[in-house]
């Protein structure tokens, strides 16, 4: 049973690996939060809460803001040309995303745009995955060692709940790339606030 999402809200359809998925709301008294997102008691470090505002200029946004980003995500109509201008992007590692995800998000685990332990960009074969991400997924351009931030997609990063550092490594990183901070978004509640507002979820 699908239940209102908000006022004005009933459900938002997104496309997630080529198949339609309408994102709705559980409501049914007996739906519950899914065994994986259980766990309050975690050991910090690495697992510490972080905090409301992950950087200057990069704003935290809930669930109805993610909601109209993915909308903002799709394709309008069968005469759209390019890419659209934002990706909700799904900071986590394989094993999590086969737990479920948000339906129009893309995984890109947060390993594959990070730094290393002593600040450092990845060098050789890490490297070029970093550079090919940038360039074909979030649309920023390069001229010889200068990147081009103009036409970069606005990102929304996620990961598994407030307790979670991909997302917010992730973000940390790109700015010092020098990505534009109002092009980054931080869902901070991530997937465990996602599936406790009853919300739509997808497992591929």
């Given amino acids: 049973m699908a239940g209102t999402i908000a006022e004005g809200v009933s459900s938002v359809e997104v496309v997630h690996k080529d198949k339609k998925v309408v994102i709705t709301r559980a409501d049914s008294k007996e739906a519950v939060i899914p065994a994986a997102y259980l766990k309050t008691g975690r050991h910090c470090p690495p697992f510490c809460i972080q905090p409301m505002q992950i950087a200057k200029g990069v704003e935290t946004i809930g669930e109805l803001e993610v909601l109209k980003y993915l909308d903002t995500a ?4 069968e005469s759209y040309i390019g890419a659209p201008p934002v990706m909700v992007v799904d900071s986590r590692t394989p094993e999590w995303i086969a737990r479920g995800t948000i339906p129009g998000s893309v995984n890109i685990p947060w390993n594959r745009i990070s730094i290393d332990e002593a600040g450092g960009f990845p060098i050789g074969e890490e490297l070029a995955a970093f550079t090919r991400i940038l ?8 001229a010889g060692e200068i990147w081009d931030f103009s036409n970069a997609k606005t990102l929304i990063l996620f990961c598994n709940g407030i307790w979670c550092g991909q997302s917010s490594a992730n973000i940390k990183t790109l700015l010092r790339l020098g990505y534009p901070a109002d092009k980054l978004k931080w869902y901070r509640g991530g997937m465990q606030d996602w599936v ?5 979820t997808v497992n591929k």
Avoid: E, R, S
Avoid at 135 to 142: A, C, P, T
């Fill in 74 to 77: 799709q394709p309008t109509d």
């Fill in 196 to 200: 406790a507002a009853g919300l739509t």
């Fill in 135 to 142: 360039i074909n997924q979030f649309g920023v351009n390069k």
